[in-house]
């Protein structure tokens, strides 16, 4: 009967008929803010740009923005799709240059890898890998500004969202999976007619940004494979700066794609 009724539940779940259980990826404690709003007077007399997957490439995103800034008169609101920080050389460097320009960001699944490792070293005892070595540099306040990083940002004067990896089409977004939110890249269609997301390509899959109906413009990374993705209701920004290519950042407003080259080389 047990058995029966947790079945039961879990379809009740997925049908969106009672919300679904809150759940950190990497069991971390969840953000004070799952889903932030930016209102309208957070833009007034600032230009909107948003910037693709950093990876501790500081240096270029240095670049990037300082020909951003060239750009435009206004002052510069800055929001990142995540991973701001792992695999690359400057990682701490980009945390404190994020706050230091009063950006916002989502958070990516290498901050929260990143995150975890951190908890892993400070909570429990465990010594800090050679490759993550680089959180020693920040300070408390550096840990819970990345801690506190929301899963989506969402500015509805301007009906964009920003998520770091993908949205399941067809489900609200307080009921998205966190998982999904940082991790997805592919969907599939059920039998039953609705979306489930999907980490890599599988059979039957797709690239969940063409399907995405909209109505807001989703402006996601986490994909370096798919480069720079331009589909009618989604914007991909992840051009694999720390593999070698690009960093991308876009201004929503004209639409203007904005690169600089890459200065890093690392593994995948």
């Known amino acids: 009967m047990a058995a029966f009724t947790a079945v039961l539940i879990d379809c009740i779940r997925r049908l969106s008929l009672i919300p679904a259980v809150r759940r950190a990826p990497y069991g971390l404690p969840l953000p004070a803010t799952l889903h932030q709003v930016l209102p309208k007077n957070k833009l007034e007399g600032k230009t909107l740009l ?4 950093v990876h501790g490439c500081c240096d270029e995103l240095e670049e990037l923005l300082e020909k951003c800034k060239q750009k435009t008169p206004s002052e510069l609101l800055v929001v ?4 701001l920080v792992n695999k690359g050389p400057k990682n701490a460097e980009v945390v404190k240059l994020a706050r230091r320009i009063g950006a916002y960001s989502v958070r990516g699944n290498h901050d929260d890898v990143s995150l975890r490792e951190w908890r892993q070293h400070h909570v429990n005892g465990h010594p800090l890998a050679q490759k993550f070595r680089w959180l020693g540099e920040l300070s408390e ?18 009906q964009i969202l920003i998520v770091h990896a993908g949205m399941v089409p067809g489900v609200a977004l307080e009921q998205q999976d966190l998982h999904d939110l940082t991790h997805m890249r592919h969907v599939r269609l059920t039998e039953e007619g609705r979306y ?8 039957g899959s797709t690239p969940w940004a ?10 996601f990374g986490h994909d370096a494979r798919g480069g720079f993705q331009k589909c009618p209701h ?8 720390v593999y070698g290519q690009k960093l991308t950042a876009v201004f929503p407003d004209s639409g203007e794609k904005v690169e600089v080259d ?3 080389n690392c593994k995948a």
């Open 196 to 203: 489930v997301g999907l980490d890599n390509k599988a059979a």
């Open 80 to 83: 990142f799709v995540g991973d």
């Open 262 to 264: 890459s200065k890093t």
């Open 234 to 241: 989604a914007t991909g920004l992840d051009t694999g700066c």
């Open 50 to 53: 948003i910037i693709g997957d």
């Open 210 to 219: 063409p399907a995405w109906p909209g109505p807001q413009h989703v402006y």
């Open 141 to 158: 306040s550096d840990i819970n500004w990345l801690s506190s990083l929301p899963f989506s940002i969402s500015i509805p004067s301007r």
